[in-house]
Every structure is written in C-alpha cells, then in structure tokens.
Nanobody, 122 residues
C-alpha cells in the first residue's frame, strides 16, 4: 500500500488542523493504521492508531481528548483531527500501516507515508 499524507501547516496555539492520509494500491481496512510524529532531535513516537474494523482506537497520553483518529473506507483515507494544538505538538507527522494493534513501535508498521509538517506557534 502507498500512503500520501497531507494537511499540515502553521497554526497558532489553541488552533486546529486535520491531517489526511490517502492510500492506494490496497485497502486500508486490511491494516492497522497509525499516526506517528517526530520532532527535531527526538525519536518517532506513536500519536494514535485505529484497528482493522475501525471499532477500536488508541492514543498517546499527550494527545488524548484533543486528537481524533478516523477512517473513511469509501475514500480509502485515514484522518487525524487535531484540536487545542500546543507548541509541543510541532513535528513531522507520518501515517503508517501495519498488522499489530495497538502497537506503539515503528517496527510493527510496514508502510509509511512521506510525512507532513505541523508547526504550532505560541
């Protein structure tokens, strides 16, 4: 499966953004889908994941109640709705596909999008 992330940008603290991850070559309902992020000088970390059916979601503690992961199978697209953004959310965000739910580890995701930059100003 090929993944194309988009929707990043510059936003003020407290603002919102919605990231999209368009998939091609396979259907995303065959995979666990996740969003990761990587800030400068830091390791890539899990943000959120959604299981094959879309019925279960998991979040990093730092984004719970602010971010929402969802999936539109008809459009074969993954989303990340981000609200109440903070400067510490600044990072490159990546979408990924794997087969282990709920894994926080990059090694469990086999396909990666190219990343989209999110910058939150204070």
């Amino acid at each position: 499966v090929q993944l194309q992330a988009s929707g990043g940008g510059l936003v003020q603290a407290g603002g919102s953004l919605r990231l999209s991850c368009a998939a091609s070559g396979d259907i995303i309902s065959r995979y666990v889908m996740g969003w990761f992020r990587q800030a400068p000088g830091k390791e890539r970390e899990i943000v959120a994941a959604i299981n094959w059916s879309g019925g279960s979601t998991g979040y990093a503690d730092s984004v719970k109640a602010r971010f929402t992961i969802s999936r539109d199978d008809a459009k074969n697209t993954l989303y990340l709705e981000m609200n109440s953004l903070k400067p510490e959310d600044t990072a490159v965000y990546y979408c990924a596909a794997g087969n282990t739910y709920y894994s926080r580890y990059t090694r469990d995701y086999y396909y990666w999008g190219q990343g989209t930059q999110v910058t939150v100003s204070s």
